[in-house]
């Protein structure tokens, strides 16, 4: 059940509810996350936020308003047995493994400091709710990293005309996608029981009914509801020419799209990896994925560029 605190106030008197989170979904970026808080939404035992994402204890301006703000943020869960929020960034921590920080340097690839970003979410989030249910979703972290470079291109934080080598040290672009790394803070903290794992390439392209009752199951509410659209993509992804008008001007892509539809489809002037990029993900990544693969004990056959 959904895990209340009452506060009294200056009178003496009890003031409002605390509400507090059973679960959270952590991660990863760019990895199916905004359809599973849809799926999750859905569930009439389950009370999520109106907004997606809280970043409360993953930016150092949202932890420091405290936990009155936090539960705040997440809002009257009414007569839902279960709260909880989805926040992709919260399953990373600062820094990379060791091989990685030697492949970046050769790369000449510098990470860029982000000083409002709580070095270790993990740690702040048990220190105050040691019993959550966790939910992880994992992507091929090669596709991963360039849709997130596309996602920040998008939301304006990086030109269009900025390559993916120069770009790639920023707003956690490489760094995300580091699983076993991240996981590892995780398992250090909360037992295994307690962690759901998805992978994009298979638990969601291929059986998200499938996964949404495993979800369920996990959380402990009824696994027989049937929300709508389990197979409908929850980001569709933007073309070239769409982000380059979007650089040009916010808003000006989604006008010219409403008058001309087949922009959303024209990619040019060309946002792409070069071969050269592809192969230093490729190696960037490889161990962090063997390695996953031993946690898990699950082959990630479908991540063919980092696994082959």
């Given amino acids: 059940m959904v895990s209340r ?77 279960v709260v909880g929020e989805a926040t992709p960034n919260y399953l990373g921590v600062l820094g990379v493994p060791a091989a990685a920080t030697e492949r970046l340097t050769a790369a000449g690839v510098t990470l860029a400091d982000h000083p409002e970003v709580v070095d270790d979410p993990a740690g702040e989030i048990h220190a105050r709710h040691p019993d959550l249910d966790l939910v992880v979703m994992f ?13 920040h291109i998008r939301r304006g934080r990086i030109s269009p005309r900025t390559s993916f080598r ?13 699983y076993h790394h991240h996981l590892t803070r995780w398992l250090e903290l909360y037992p295994s029981a307690r962690l759901l794992v998805h992978v994009f390439e298979t638990d969601v392209k291929e059986t998200p009914e499938k996964t949404v009752r495993a979800t369920y199951e996990h959380l402990g509410v009824d696994p027989a509801f049937a929300p709508t659209d389990v197979r409908r993509a929850a980001n569709e992804r933007s073309s070239d020419l769409e982000l380059h008008l979007r650089a040009i001007r916010p808003g000006l892509a989604d006008r010219v799209a409403r008058l001309v539809p087949a ?18 993900l490729g190696e960037l990544y490889r161990d962090d994925v063997r390695a996953l693969e031993a946690l898990l004990d699950r082959p990630l056959d479908r991540w063919t560029r980092v696994a082959r």
């Fill in 5 to 81: 605190s009452r506060s009294a106030d200056t009178s003496g008197t009890l003031a409002t509810v605390m509400t507090t989170p059973t679960f959270l979904l952590i991660g990863a970026q760019k990895a199916g996350t905004t359809w599973l808080a849809g799926m999750l939404d859905q569930h009439p035992e389950i009370h999520t936020p109106s907004v997606k994402e809280l970043h409360h204890f993953d930016l150092r301006d949202r932890l420091a308003r405290g936990d009155g703000a936090y539960a705040a943020d997440l809002g009257d869960p009414g007569d839902a047995r």
């Fill in 139 to 151: 992507r091929d972290p090669v596709a991963r990293a360039l849709s997130a470079w596309r996602h």
């Fill in 166 to 178: 120069d770009a790639c040290g920023r707003h956690g672009i490489l760094t995300m996608g580091f």
């Fill in 263 to 280: 922009v959303r489809r024209i990619d040019w002037p060309r946002i792409a990896p070069t071969d050269d990029d592809l192969r230093f």
